[in-house]
T-cell receptor
Framework: ETGVTQSPTHLIKTRGQQVTLRCSSQ?????VSWYQQALGQGPQFIFQ???????GRGNFPPRFSGLQFPNYSSELNVNALELDDSALYLC???????????FGQGTRLTVV | GQQVMQIPQYQHVQEGEDFTTYCNSS?????IQWYKQRPGGHPVFLIQLVKSGEVKKQKRLTFQFGEAKKNSSLHITATQTTDVGTYFCAFDNTDKLIFGTGTRLQVFP
């Protein structure tokens, strides 16, 4: 086990709703990254947080937003959910300067 | 932007056979990482290569980084049913990981 925990593990939402996903990073890790993995695809980088600020963003619209808290845990918020947002959302924690990423078990989001 | 392609997309092997997946980039990479994702699971870090021509071994797994740092390979000798999963290469681009398309390995007993 990596020590990275995500909640909830599964979630079903209706199109247009908003969702918040949570991640507790591994002890001692100060950087959290979020990835979206559609079925049969590789993980796609959404954004990264370091010292409570966004530190890099992938090709995702502004309705994807996040937070990092002083204890390095993080949230991913998605507004105005669309059917294509259905995916596995992965949180990865790491130490800045050390590129090895430790992934949580993910949150499986289904938008209906 | 930079992308990495992996081949093959799928591979079915008989237990005991060898398996290789290849990762190719059109641009020079600063490093390459390999991850394994079991069915229903999450990516698990296997290894990172940073040097041109680097070769690293982990038991039955051999990882190579090309001389031009544009390609990499993962070779598994004598596959076992526990090797089932999707293998991803990824590279670090300013602290964000760019993943390859993945190779799904199925091992038949």
């Amino acid at each position: 086990e990596t020590g990275v925990t995500q909640s909830p593990t599964h979630l079903i939402k209706t199109r247009g709703q908003q969702v918040t996903l949570r991640c507790s990073s591994q002890s001692g890790h100060n950087t959290v990254s979020w990835y979206q993995q559609a079925l049969g695809q590789g993980p796609q980088f959404i954004f990264q947080y370091y010292r409570e600020e966004e530190n890099g963003r992938g090709n995702f619209p502004p309705r994807f937003s996040g937070l990092q808290f002083p204890n390095y845990s993080s949230e991913l918020n998605v507004n105005a959910l669309e059917l294509d947002d259905s995916a596995l959302y992965l949180c990865a924690s790491s130490i800045t300067g050390n590129t090895e990423a430790f992934f949580g078990q993910g949150t499986r989001l289904t938008v209906v | 932007g930079q992308q990495v392609m992996q081949i093959p997309q799928y591979q079915h092997v008989q237990e005991g056979e060898d398996f290789t997946t290849y990762c190719n980039s059109s641009t020079t990479l600063s490093n390459i990482q390999w991850y394994k994702q079991r069915p229903g699971g999450h990516p698990v870090f296997l290894i990172q290569l940073v040097k041109s021509g680097e070769v690293k071994k982990q038991k039955r797994l051999t990882f190579q980084f090309g001389e031009a740092k544009k390609n990499s390979s993962l070779h598994i000798t004598a596959t076992q049913t526990t090797d089932v999963g999707t293998y991803f290469c990824a590279f670090d681009n300013t602290d964000k990981l760019i993943f390859g398309t993945g190779t799904r390995l199925q091992v038949f007993p």
